[in-house]
């Protein structure tokens, strides 16, 4: 009788090998400042002069062209940092203590694809969760698993993914991949 349980082992080890287990997560850190970056359209009041007040795209160099002073890096960095960015530069030799805001006027798009009914970029709205991401493109298709959504992002100079949840927040630039179950 010693041996029927090492029997049963043997027998089931083959098995094991059987089992699903799902792909290797990194992790995409889900909280921090908006930092801007290219397609961002921003909107930079500069007070007490209405010319140099306008909108301006970030460009795929991570600067904006601002009047005056030319080419103003802004991408990685926050509002409040741009436009410290911007005073500094309107300050050497163009305005006295200028007083400067920076506002996103519109996020750059995100990405989903995958089995929702409309794959494609679609427009941000902040605070949006995978959740409203899909609901964005239509909702789940037929063959989609509901229980593995997988979020890539930009973090520095490396693209990250991971497994994420429903309510996971999702930011402009992420691309958004929700799997097809298998039957």
Do not use: K
């Not at 921090?32 to 909107?43: A, E, F």
């Not at 006027?105 to 409309?118: E, M």
Request: proline residues 6%.
């Amino acid at each position: 009788m010693r041996w029927l349980p090492i029997l049963a082992v043997t027998l089931m080890l083959p098995l094991a090998g059987c089992a699903t287990t799902r792909p290797a997560s990194y992790f995409v850190e889900p909280t921090g400042p908006y930092t801007l970056d290219t397609g961002d359209l921003v909107r930079v009041t500069v007070y007490g002069d209405q010319e140099l007040s306008n909108s301006y795209r970030v460009g795929d160099n991570g600067t904006i062209s601002f009047p005056l002073v030319g080419q103003v890096q802004v991408r990685g960095q926050t509002t409040s940092v741009a436009a410290n960015r911007l005073a500094g530069a309107l300050a050497n030799g163009y305005l006295r203590n200028p007083n400067v805001a920076v506002e996103v006027a519109q996020y750059r798009p995100f990405f989903i694809q995958g089995a929702v009914r409309t794959s494609g970029q679609f427009s941000y709205v902040p605070n949006m969760t995978v959740r409203a991401a899909i609901s964005t493109a239509g909702g789940y298709a037929e063959t989609a698993n509901r229980n593995n959504v997988t979020v890539y992002r930009r973090q520095g100079n490396e693209m990250v993914r991971g497994d994420v949840d429903l309510d996971f927040p999702i930011y402009p630039g992420d691309t958004v991949v929700v799997s097809e179950r298998w039957f």
